[in-house]
T-cell receptor, first 112, second 113 residues
Framework: QKEVEQDPGPLSVPEGAIVSLNCTYSNSAFQYFMWYRQYSRKGPELLMYTYSSGNKEDGRFTAQVDKSSKYISLFIRDSQPSDSATYLCAIEGVDSNYQLIWGAGTKLIIKP | DAGVTQSPTHLIKTRGQQVTLRCSPKSGHDTVSWYQQALGQGPQFIFQYYEEEERQRGNFPDRFSGHQFPNYSSELNVNALLLGDSALYLC????????????FGPGTRLTVT
């Protein structure tokens, strides 16, 4: 079992829809939860990070962590074609020596 | 303010050769981490340099080595290239060793034939 599982997609939705992207993880000791966006042939770009459980909102993006279920989510409201990219979750904590453990990424396509 | 830069953008090498990739961190950052990203996969941590020393290392063989210079820039060296080394190599910089504040460069696409 991989430490971080993420559906590779692709996930295709119409412009303006609410997008839900998800990851599950296996080690309950992880503390920091990150979402990165990666455009084709570019490096990952940090969107948001959260510590422990709860929600965090930044503009159209909301990150949600449920430590009891070991489940993290990223919601995108009012999705735009420019949001089309691969979204990677990453987690870290003492058990990873505070280095990032990554999901494989979900490819998101927003159709105009 | 220049972000993280990497060179070269693309590289084609033959199996058995050696390669050096370069990274300049974001202004004000002192820590550089290197990652390997295979197609369709998340990045895999190779190692991290801080104060010119390798501080942490992922599960990569000794063929992968690196260096950090006094100006915080860094090099990644890979010896005896294998076909499986073909990947996107990413450099990330941060202030200190906090992985959740890493900024990534555009990467170097290495193809081994």
């Amino acid at each position: 079992q991989k430490e971080v599982e993420q559906d590779p997609g692709p996930l295709s939705v119409p412009e303006g829809a609410i997008v839900s992207l998800n990851c599950t993880y296996s080690n309950s000791a992880f503390q920091y939860f990150m979402w990165y966006r990666q455009y084709s042939r570019k490096g990952p770009e940090l969107l948001m990070y959260t510590y422990s459980s709860g929600n965090k909102e930044d503009g159209r993006f909301t990150a949600q962590v449920d430590k009891s279920s070991k489940y993290i989510s990223l919601f995108i409201r009012d999705s735009q074609p420019s949001d089309s990219a691969t979204y990677l979750c990453a987690i870290e904590g003492v058990d990873s020596n505070y280095q990032l453990i990554w999901g494989a990424g979900t490819k998101l396509i927003i159709k105009p | 303010d220049a972000g993280v830069t990497q060179s070269p953008t693309h590289l084609i090498k033959t199996r058995g050769q050696q390669v050096t990739l370069r990274c300049s961190p974001k202004s004000g950052h002192d820590t550089v981490s290197w990652y390997q990203q295979a197609l369709g996969q998340g990045p895999q941590f190779i190692f991290q340099y801080y104060e010119e020393e390798e501080r942490q290392r992922g599960n990569f063989p000794d063929r992968f080595s690196g260096h950090q210079f006094p100006n915080y820039s860094s090099e990644l060296n890979v010896n005896a290239l294998l076909l499986g080394d073909s990947a996107l190599y990413l450099c990330a910089s941060s202030l200190g060793q906090a992985p959740y504040e890493q900024y990534f460069g555009p990467g170097t696409r290495l193809t081994v034939t």
